[in-house]
């Protein structure tokens, strides 16, 4: 994945588990990676440190390194004029 794709505010699915998952809390906690299944999509709420991203799923939010992530590509509404 080219960390270019992603920014803060998009929409990214999980392309892969990590070994673990680190919570964004001021003191984050290892969780098991399965909590978050493979397609599990989230928004990118912020940059971090060491080459992670804020990441808010249904589940929680989770640091993650950028090679778990895929940008969801959406489809704009077509306006045609009727």
Do not use: A
Request: glycine share 10%; charged share 25%; proline share 9%.
């Amino acid at each position: 994945m080219n960390e270019q794709q992603i920014s803060v505010g998009i929409k990214v699915s999980l392309i892969s588990k990590p070994p673990y998952l680190k919570t964004s809390d001021p003191m984050p906690m290892l969780r098991p990676s399965d909590i978050l299944d493979v397609g599990d999509e989230g928004i990118v709420m912020d940059r971090r440190p060491g080459g992670y991203w804020g990441v808010k799923f249904s589940q929680g939010t989770f640091l993650m390194e950028s090679q778990y992530l895929g940008v969801v590509e959406t489809q704009e509404p077509s306006h045609k004029d009727v």
